[in-house]
Antibody
Framework: EVQLVESGGALVQPGGSLRLSCTAS????????MTWVRQAPGKGLEWVAT????????FYVDSVKGRFTISRDNAKNSLYLQMNSLRAEDTAVYYC?????????WGQGTLVTVSS | QAGLTQPPSVSNGLRQTATITCTGN????????AAWLQQHQGHPPKLLFY???NRPSWVSERFSASRSGDTASLTITGLQPEDEADYYC???????????FGGGTKLTVL
């Protein structure tokens, strides 16, 4: 059974930093691209970042470029999102998503709140 | 980054049929097709279709999907109360080098 478990969400002040983690199981992690998608309260889904299997190829939505870094540790079956210079508009539930040519499995999400 | 266009809401009666459309362009839906996701309140999204017409084994046959040019469609027949949810389309955009999502469609079963 595919499982994706996120952690690391918290309340953080504007300008602060946070690192999200996602632990994957039930599939061959190195076979898949992995993606972070977020959802602001009461809003729709927004793609944040994607990383290829090779741990090197990465893609970002314009609004987070230069502030967020997606990474993975294939030896640990883990995905990460380092978030710096956080803004109020980054407040959202962040989902870890398996990217098998489509967003086919989603974690339960972790809530990030940026507020003073 | 530009997203895909969906109607904000769709409604129809119990046991009736509902169709949700998703319009993109030649860099996304027209090239890659679309995935469809269902999200119930308070839960993560669940994949319904990938590459426009491929249905995972866990999805009811009451759900079907198609694509014509830059527009993808999701059809739900025999509407049930549990079909009330938000539905999103999504696909990779070759020009943006990233995923794009529709704004979501709220389905109401009357």
């Amino acid at each position: 059974e595919v499982q994706l478990v996120e952690s690391g969400g918290a309340l953080v002040q504007p300008g602060g930093s946070l690192r999200l983690s996602c632990t994957a199981s039930g599939f061959t992690f190195t076979d898949c691209w992995m993606t972070w998608v977020r959802q602001a309260p009461g809003k729709g889904l927004e793609w944040v970042a994607t990383i290829k299997q090779d741990e090197i190829g990465t893609f970002y939505v314009d609004s987070v470029k230069g502030r967020f870094t997606i990474s993975r540790d294939n030896a640990k079956n883990s995905l990460y999102l380092q978030m710096n210079s956080l803004r109020a508009e980054d407040t959202a539930v962040y989902y870890c998503v398996r990217d098998w040519g489509a967003p086919d499995y989603w974690g339960q999400g972790t809530l990030v709140t940026v507020s003073s | 980054q530009a997203g895909l266009t969906q109607p904000p809401s769709v409604s129809n009666g119990l046991r009736q049929t509902a169709t949700i459309t998703c319009t993109g362009n030649s860099n996304n839906v027209g090239n890659q097709g679309a995935a469809w996701l269902q999200q119930h309140q308070g839960h993560p999204p669940k994949l319904l279709f990938y590459r426009s017409t491929n249905r995972p084994s866990w999805v009811s046959e009451r759900f079907s999907a198609s694509r014509s040019g830059d527009t993808a469609s999701l059809t739900i027949t025999g509407l049930q109360p549990e079909d009330e949810a938000d539905y999103y389309c999504s696909t990779w955009d070759n020009s943006l080098d990233g995923w794009v999502f529709g704004g979501g469609t709220k389905l109401t079963v009357l």
